[in-house]
């Protein structure tokens, strides 16, 4: 049974972005054995990522995250049964914040600040598909 779940986290000390692409680096090569696939998101210290694959593996995993001391303030946006998976492409692709237009961001929150503790899961979620429409997610594969 295919899962998608997306959360939220804050960085527990700012991260450079050397760091940000270990993480990336991992992802891609660790989720595929375990069939996960999924976009990242990183604004500042806020990450939102989606994580979709099988149920055990896509609990597993997201566990692990909760319980890593590099994050903080760790929130479940969503959670849902999948009949296919959104983000099959990438074994973890990022967003792309240099292609995020602030209009796109003012869409779905009071600000043009990318912030998933000041709106619901469904909103983030409806943003997410947006940035895929639109191509702002790169790191395929």
Same mark, same amino acid.
């Given at each position: 049974?295919?899962?998608?779940?997306?959360?939220?986290?804050?960085?527990?000390?700012? +991260?450079?972005? #050397? *760091?940000?692409?270990?993480?990336?680096?991992? =992802?891609? /090569?660790?989720?595929?054995?375990?069939?996960?696939?999924?976009?990242?998101?990183?604004?500042?210290?806020?990450?939102?990522?989606?994580?979709?694959?099988?149920?055990?593996?896509?609990?597993?995993?997201?566990?692990?995250?909760?319980?890593?001391?590099?994050?903080?303030?760790?929130?479940? +946006?969503?959670? #849902? *049964?999948?009949?296919?998976?959104?983000?099959? =492409?990438? /074994?973890?692709?990022?967003?792309?914040?240099?292609?995020?237009?602030?209009?796109?961001?003012?869409?779905?929150?009071?600000?043009?600040?990318?912030?998933?503790?000041?709106?619901?899961?469904?909103?983030?979620?409806?943003?997410?598909?947006?940035?895929?429409?639109?191509?702002?997610?790169?790191?395929?594969?």
């Amino acid at each position: 049974m295919l899962v998608r779940l997306m959360y939220a986290s804050r960085a527990a000390k700012p +991260l450079d972005p #050397e *760091e940000l692409s270990a993480i990336l680096r991992q =992802s891609k /090569a660790s989720n595929p054995a375990a069939g996960i696939t999924g976009v990242l998101c990183c604004a500042g210290n806020v990450f939102i990522q989606v994580l979709e694959g099988g149920r055990m593996a896509v609990n597993t995993l997201y566990r692990r995250i909760a319980a890593d001391p590099r994050h903080q303030d760790v929130i479940l +946006l969503s959670y #849902e *049964e999948i009949g296919e998976r959104r983000f099959a =492409s990438w /074994a973890m692709g990022q967003v792309n914040l240099t292609r995020l237009n602030p209009a796109l961001l003012l869409k779905y929150s009071e600000t043009a600040t990318l912030d998933p503790y000041a709106v619901s899961g469904k909103v983030t979620a409806a943003l997410f598909e947006e940035l895929v429409a639109t191509a702002a997610i790169m790191g395929q594969g």
